[in-house]
């Protein structure tokens, strides 16, 4: 089974500028979530989906919205970047919304490297 | 609230030596717990995961885990540590904040080093 994949592995973009990026999930998972990884403030939640609706979010700005697709594939979108925000963004998926030991785990894809310049 | 304590964001040791990462969580309701591992310009790899049953957990790569409810710590340990080991360690809970919404709450990291 292939893994998580996210596209692209490599952003540069400027302050001001916004940027969207792709998550495509494990076949059958339908759950994605988005953390945000910088050496600062360590690995922090973003937001998750499932069945194409947000289930939950984290302390973020409004700059930082997400949605996903009847294929479960995900984009997140940050408008008017800030330094701040340059980051590894980690997609993770899990196979399903409903709480069960067997299946509740996030397997997570290499990331997507932002850099705000 | 949930909250995990990495203890030691730094650990050496040397190759063939015992691996110990401390991991402390704080949960309101029974924890699932989580260690993943980091290389560098990677994601994170999951190493082993506690949700129910026998708390001591066995995870890929020779590692394991003890969850002990007392102590409210899931530490991570390898009998003997080899060279691929140099990574970061997360440790990490799990909870519900509403309905069946996940989201993993993680310590700060540690980061391994093995010496020749």
Redesign the interface.
């Known amino acids: 089974k292939a893994g998580v994949t996210q596209t692209p592995r490599y952003l540069i973009k400027t302050r001001g500028q916004q940027v969207t990026l792709s998550c495509s999930p494990i076949s059958g998972h339908r759950s994605v979530s988005w953390y945000q990884q910088t050496p600062g403030q360590g690995l922090q939640f973003l937001f998750e989906y499932f069945s194409e609706t947000q289930r939950n979010k984290g302390n973020f700005p409004g700059r930082f919205s997400g949605r996903q697709f009847s294929n479960s594939r995900s984009e997140m979108n940050v408008s008017t970047l800030e330094l701040g925000d340059s980051a590894l963004y980690l997609c993770a998926s899990r196979a399903k919304g409903q709480i069960d030991p067997s299946t509740d785990t996030q397997y997570f894809g290499p990331g997507t490297r932002l850099t705000v310049l | 609230a949930q909250s995990v304590t990495q203890l030691g964001s730094h650990v050496s040791v040397s190759e063939g030596a015992l691996v110990l990462l401390r991991c402390n969580y704080s949960s309101s309701v029974p924890p699932?717990l989580?260690w993943?591992v980091q290389y560098p310009?990677?994601?994170?790899?999951?190493l082993l995961?506690y949700?129910?049953g026998a708390t001591l957990v066995k995870g890929i790569n020779g590692f394991e885990a003890e969850f002990k409810k007392s102590e409210t710590s899931f530490h991570l340990t390898k009998p003997s540590a080899h060279m691929s080991d140099a990574a970061e360690y997360?440790c990490?809970v799990?909870h519900?904040?509403?309905?069946?919404?996940?989201?993993?709450?993680?310590?700060?990291?540690t980061q391994l080093t093995v010496l020749p």
Do not use: E, V
């Not at chain 2, 519900?96 to 990291?109: I, K, V």
């Open positions: 699932y989580f993943y310009n990677q994601g994170l790899q999951l995961k949700t129910t997360f990490a799990s519900s904040p509403r309905g069946s919404a996940r989201q993993l709450t993680f310590g700060s990291g």
